[in-house]
């Protein structure tokens, strides 16, 4: 009994913290805040702000994959973390909007 109950404990933590995580703006994160990322531990948190400060803020989630190391896979495993200048990675990509006809 007392096994199961430090279970559940652990999991209602978890999924606690897991509600109340922030994205993650990586064009002003610093690399303590990087190293929230699934996959990224300090050297990578390192590179991604080298790569920011050489190149300019990223114009999207995508483009974190131009950073060497980090690949589709960091991006998918942290999908719901991520964000640029307020715009979090979306789902699937938006459908282009038609104006409306005269």
């Known amino acids: 009994m007392k096994l199961s109950s430090i279970a ?3 999991v209602l933590a978890f999924f606690s913290i ?5 994205a993650i703006d990586i064009n002003t994160a610093s690399m303590e805040q990087l ?6 531990g300090p050297k990578k948190a390192a590179d991604i702000v080298k790569y920011r400060e050489a190149h300019g803020p990223f114009a999207s989630v995508e483009d ?3 950073v060497p190391g980090v690949g589709p ?7 719901d973390l991520l964000m640029v200048g307020g715009t ?9 909007v ?3 006809q005269q």
């Not at 897991?18 to 922030?22: H, L, P, S, T």
């Not at 190293?35 to 990224?40: A, D, T």
């Not at 896979?73 to 999908?79: G, H, S």
């Open 73 to 79: 896979k960091t991006l998918a495993d942290n999908k």
């Open 88 to 96: 979090a990675m979306p789902e699937t990509p938006a459908l282009p």
């Open 98 to 100: 038609t104006p409306p």
């Open 35 to 40: 190293q929230q990322i699934k996959g990224v």
């Open 8 to 10: 559940l404990a652990f």
């Open 64 to 66: 974190l994959t131009k």
């Open 18 to 22: 897991m509600a109340f995580a922030q």
